[in-house]
């Protein structure tokens, strides 16, 4: 009865792809954590005296149920305030808002223009939707403007759809916006912005790199709580007509246990932590050019810009070879391997974080130079 599940693991290793889940050992250069608010004093306070004035753990129903909590109500008022949008809507995990959004609001007649690297969640969306979809190349505005003439030119008549992130989560690099937003304003289209690695660390007060956009009304923006914000969740900014749109139309929405009342307290003090943090803002900038400078002097890596920094390997098994090698140094560095990555592109995923300080990144991309003069004996 098994026999398919084994054999389908048994050719993932041997091609070096199957995962395991691995204990957090070594300094922080996996997480997503850039700010260092998970685990922070600023945030399990928060979480005790939610605690104490009463908010429950969790919702016990659906939000159209008895599970909408006034701490999700305040967090959405908050949210739109503080993203300067007209509302907002809160989900459990950032995964599932993508896949919400692009599996509900785009119809039938209309098409969904997405960039060839964006995130799994976007592609289990368009899975989802009734409208067809078209992938353009990564960050090239001209491809996408092309793509939407020749859609309309064969007859489309709905809208256009343009999903992308505003930082790409395994290069590291920066979505053309002014651009994309020309081009969703040219051809009166909508913009799917996931502001995933985005949110808290740039942008005015963290609001992210698409904030100059919020609140037009055919621009929706995800904001996820589990990265920068270190708490969980996600917070998508759209018109008032796509959110009651989403609550009457979402399955994702509808039919899900609301989120944990607590952890949308969370995000509430979180929020207003993100919008006063310039000095771990200013801080992490720091660490991101030290890096850069390292990676480049030391390791010949050009380097990206962000806090997210790969090291391209190529093969597989050399990428999971590196990886351990530096675990055994002391560093929680991980392997990203196809299809997360594209194919022949396997890389070491490097995060800059403020859990890591300026003599412990140094050591490490000296320690990662020496690895790499190993590899290539």
């Known amino acids: 009865m098994l026999e398919r599940f084994r054999a389908d693991l048994a050719g993932l290793a041997a091609r070096d792809r199957l995962r395991a889940l ?22 399990k306070e928060a979480a005790v005296a939610a605690l104490a004035r009463g908010v429950p753990v969790g919702a016990g129903g659906s939000r159209l149920l008895r599970g909408n909590h006034p701490e999700h109500e305040a967090l959405e008022e908050e949210a739109a305030r503080f993203f300067h949008s007209e509302s907002a809507l809160f989900f459990g995990a950032g995964f599932s808002a993508n896949e919400a959004l692009i599996s509900t609001l785009p119809q039938r007649a209309d098409c969904i223009f997405y960039d060839a690297l964006i995130h799994a969640s976007a592609h289990d969306g368009m899975r989802l939707s009734r409208a067809p979809r078209e992938a353009f190349a990564h960050n090239d505005v001209t491809a996408l403007d092309d793509a939407i003439r020749e859609w309309r030119a064969k007859g ?109 307290a969370c995000v509430r003090a979180s929020l207003k932590l993100v919008e006063t943090a310039e000095d771990r803002r200013d801080a992490l900038r720091a660490r991101v050019a030290l890096a ?86």
């Open 292 to 377: 850069g400078r390292e990676l480049q002097s030391l390791c010949n890596v050009a380097p990206s810009g962000t806090q997210i920094q790969p090291v391209i390997v190529g093969d597989d098994a050399r990428a999971m070879s590196l990886a351990a090698r530096m675990q055994a140094r002391g560093y929680d560095i991980r392997a990203i391997r196809p299809p997360t990555v594209p194919e022949g592109t396997a890389r070491l995923r490097l995060s800059l974080t403020l859990n890591a300080g300026d003599a412990q990144i140094e050591r490490m991309i000296a320690h990662l130079s020496e690895e790499l003069s190993k590899a290539e004996e």
């Open 22 to 43: 691995a204990p957090r050992a070594g300094l922080d250069f996996a997480s997503n954590d850039y700010l260092a608010l998970a685990e922070s004093r600023e945030l």
């Open 156 to 264: 489309g008549a709905g809208r256009a759809w343009i999903a992308v992130e505003s930082l790409y989560s395994m290069d590291g690099d920066m979505a053309p916006l002014d651009d994309l937003m020309a081009v969703a304003t040219r051809h009166e289209a909508f913009l799917l912005v996931d502001e995933a690695h985005a949110t808290g660390v740039y942008g005015p007060g963290g609001r992210g790199l698409a904030a100059r956009f919020e609140g037009r009304e055919n621009v929706v923006s995800v904001h996820t709580c589990g990265k920068a914000l270190g708490v969980s969740g996600a917070l998508v900014c759209l018109a008032a007509p796509l959110r009651d749109f989403l609550i009457n139309r979402c399955r994702n929405f509808i039919f899900a246990t609301a989120p944990s009342p607590l952890v949308a």
